[in-house]
């Protein structure tokens, strides 16, 4: 686990590639019954932003409208650049799919680097700080993250599929005989099955952990930190407008907008 954690953090400080915005799926939109030089300056950039709306409070559903910290950092983002952001929900293992495919232009969604998506995706500079905590039943024997690695553990582990979640226990408990990880679509499927008795145990980032315990009953999250990292923009390969977003993603970090954003979500506490 340790191993691997260094390794994140490495990959995190690492520099990734630039080239040509060609790369990217970006689409325009002009003002209906303009013509001629009149389109030129009426045409808006349009950036197709690709999330899962199933990680609170960084992207989720309000309404009809998608929104969270990560939705509010990308129109922030959008509006420095001069880009109008849309934002496309959709799976989480398929964001990195669409991403390199064209069929969107980045992808934000609490997203981790990790070497095995840096063989389909570039990354910009980290933004945020995650923690991936264990949600238990009350009373549970999983009393810490130790519980999950001592000799002889069986422990069936509830991820949503494609997080690092799933990623950190499939290498940490899975691959290493010490238990089996269910895997769900939703965050939101994978605490059910836990109140249902289906896995001893759920890994999730801790904001949306926060939300599920607070809405079921008799759920708790253990003290103990199962893994710390930092999210990231994902861009298609050798895409320029990485580069432009790493720009005005630190204006923003140090004008203090980021962090307001961030403030605004969670408490400081």
Same mark, same amino acid.
């Given at each position: 686990?340790?191993k691997y954690?260094r390794?994140?953090m490495a990959?995190?400080m ?7 915005l060609a790369?990217c799926?970006?689409s325009?939109?002009t003002e209906e019954g ?8 009426d045409e808006?950039q349009?950036?197709v932003m ?6 609170p ?7 009809s409208e998608v929104t969270g910290?990560?939705v509010e950092i990308?129109k922030? !983002?959008?509006? $420095?650049? =001069?880009?109008e952001?849309t934002?496309e &929900?959709?799976? *989480?293992d ?7 495919t ?5 992808g934000?969604?609490?997203m981790?680097?990790?070497e095995?998506r840096?063989?389909s ?10 923690v991936?905590? !264990?949600?238990? $039943?009350? =009373?549970?024997p999983i009393?810490s993250? &130790?519980d999950l *690695?001592?000799?002889?553990?069986n422990t069936v582990?509830g991820?949503?599929?494609g997080?690092?979640?799933?990623l ?6 899975e691959?290493?005989?010490l238990g089996t ?8 499927d994978?605490?059910?099955a836990l109140?249902?008795d289906?896995v001893?145990c759920v890994i999730?980032?801790n904001?949306?952990a ?5 809405a079921?009953?008799?759920l ?7 893994a ?6 994902c ?5 320029a407008?990485k580069d ?7 204006e923003?970090?140090a ?5 307001s954003?961030?403030?605004k979500?969670i408490?400081a506490?």
């Open positions: 686990m340790k954690l390794n994140v990959m995190a690492a520099a990734v590639l630039t080239v040509a790369s799926g970006s325009s939109t303009t013509t001629g030089d009149d389109t030129a300056q808006a349009v950036l690709a999330t899962n709306a199933e990680f409070p960084y992207e989720y559903y309000e309404g910290i990560d990308a922030a !983002i959008g509006e $420095k650049l =001069g880009y952001v934002v &929900d959709m799976a *989480f398929s964001i990195i799919t669409a991403v390199s064209g069929k969107a232009d980045f934000m969604a609490g981790t680097i990790t095995d840096l063989e995706v570039d990354f910009s500079d980290t933004y945020a700080t995650g991936q905590v !264990i949600i238990v $039943k009350e =009373g549970s009393t993250v &130790d *690695f001592a000799e002889g553990a582990v991820v949503q599929t997080t690092t979640g799933d950190f226990s499939t290498w940490d408990i691959d290493e005989g990880v269910e895997r769900f679509n939703k965050g939101a994978a605490v059910m109140t249902q289906k001893d999730i980032d904001e949306p926060k939300s599920f315990v607070a079921n009953e008799g708790v999250i253990l003290d103990t930190e199962y710390v990292e930092e999210y990231a923009i861009f298609a390969k050798d895409s407008l432009e977003v790493n720009t005005a993603l630190q923003l970090i004008d203090g907008t980021v962090q954003i961030i403030d979500y408490s506490e």
